[in-house]
């Protein structure tokens, strides 16, 4: 039936998109479409448990309208495709593919010049795996969410691609795995908003204007991950807003803005951890807000950065849990060999200050006119600097 239906098809004329739609509805249940290599129109929708496999010579052609395949079962699976032409409608959120079932498969797809990548709509179980996905060819802010994750839990998104596109969305949508993607010359990598208890791991984040985003998204795990060269003025590489029993770990931040830009916990027993880290090369390491601290920050390397602390009071980084961390700018010795600086490692504010509270004058950290008004500080300060941190137990390696 499938070859008799191909040789009908490919008998149209040369102007003529074969409808890929009929093939999907030809197969049963569980079947395999293959249908022949080309070029198939748009939008094509699968209702039934199908496996539809390009083998890598498949494209559909959305033709600039709506969104190109969209999947609306339980247990299909869509490889080996290049979809592209989709919309142009935010409203409408038109993509590359929509999900609106459970434990489907996508893997090994193209997906460009989509206005969204994939997009999962009260979704579950579902596993995204080694697909490359681009938006369209518009500035940052009106691209589409390279993947978009809405009342979505428990699905896998794994090995995947992204460039140029506006960020990764989940929205309400917890308990997902985020491993081992990239996204790059992008808008936000990871951006969290009312989603807990999801895994952010082994991701590379790279030439984005910002890391990971979470807002109002509690007991989330960063762990592992590689962001760098993250150099908006605006941006961070991680950004925590109103979330708590945040664990972020074993993370390596280098060449960024800002490393770290965190406010207090909501409430003091669900604090936010920050363990192993890396952070080298960026202009500031952390910054925090609020005057309540409270946070675990310990066993991280602070090495080459402009500024390793940077606070709107001295109470925000003062009152968290420093301890076990190692500093590049430490001053002390290690007398009894245990790996362990003799006295603590404090920071106070100096003329550092002054761009905080002034951020015109931020153009000139790292001058020799302010090192010469830092140093006149400690020579001689006329009051007492304010302290902003101690680690009493500073790593000497």
């Not at 001058?367 to 500080?377: Q, R, S």
Request: a negative charge; one cysteine or more.
């Amino acid at each position: 039936m499938i070859a008799l239906l191909g040789s009908l098809l490919w008998a149209l004329p040369a102007s003529a998109i074969s409808p890929l739609q009929i093939f999907i509805d030809a197969t049963p249940s569980g079947g395999t479409v293959h249908p022949p290599p080309g070029t198939y129109a748009g939008p094509i929708v699968i209702r039934k448990p199908v496996t539809l496999d390009g083998e890598g010579q498949i494209t559909i052609d959305g033709g600039g309208r709506g969104t190109v395949l969209t999947i609306e079962t339980n247990g299909a699976t869509v490889r080996g495709l290049r979809l592209t032409g989709s919309g142009e409608s935010h409203d409408k959120v038109d993509a590359g593919i929509l999900v609106k079932g459970h434990d489907n498969i996508i893997e090994e797809n193209q997906i460009d010049d989509c206005l969204f990548g994939i997009h999962l709509q009260q979704a579950r179980l579902n596993t995204i795996l080694r697909n490359r996905i681009s938006s369209k060819p518009f500035t940052t802010n009106l691209r589409g969410d390279g993947l978009r994750l809405w009342y979505s839990s428990d699905n896998l998104f794994a090995e995947n691609v992204l460039h140029e596109v506006r960020d990764i969305f989940l929205i309400n949508s917890p308990r997902n795995q985020l491993i081992d993607n990239s996204v790059s010359r992008s808008g936000v990598g990871v951006e969290l908003i009312y989603s807990p208890e999801n895994l952010v791991q082994g991701n590379t984040i790279d030439g984005n204007n910002s890391g990971f985003m979470l807002v109002y998204s509690d007991y989330n795990t960063l762990r592992g991950n590689h962001l760098k060269h993250l150099r908006s003025p605006s941006g961070s590489a991680f950004s925590i807003k109103e979330s708590s029993g945040v664990l972020i770990e074993g993370n390596e931040i280098l060449h960024c803005g800002t490393g770290i830009l965190a406010n207090s916990p909501i409430h003091p027993e669900n604090t936010i951890e920050l363990l192993g880290n890396r952070f080298a090369y960026n202009d500031i390491a952390m910054y925090f807000y609020g005057e309540k601290g409270g946070h675990t920050i310990r066993g991280n390397r602070f090495e080459q950065n402009l500024q390793d602390i940077a606070v709107t009071a001295a109470s925000s980084a003062r009152d968290n849990d420093w301890r076990g961390n190692y500093w590049d700018l430490y001053e002390g010795f290690d007398g009894d060999g245990d790996g362990v600086g003799d006295l603590p490692h404090e920071v106070h504010l100096y003329s550092d200050r002054i761009w905080m509270d002034r951020p015109m004058t931020r153009f000139f950290r790292g001058t020799p006119l302010l090192e010469l008004i830092d140093f006149i500080e400690r020579l001689a300060p006329f009051t007492e600097p304010p302290l902003v941190l101690r680690d009493p137990l500073p790593a000497m390696r």
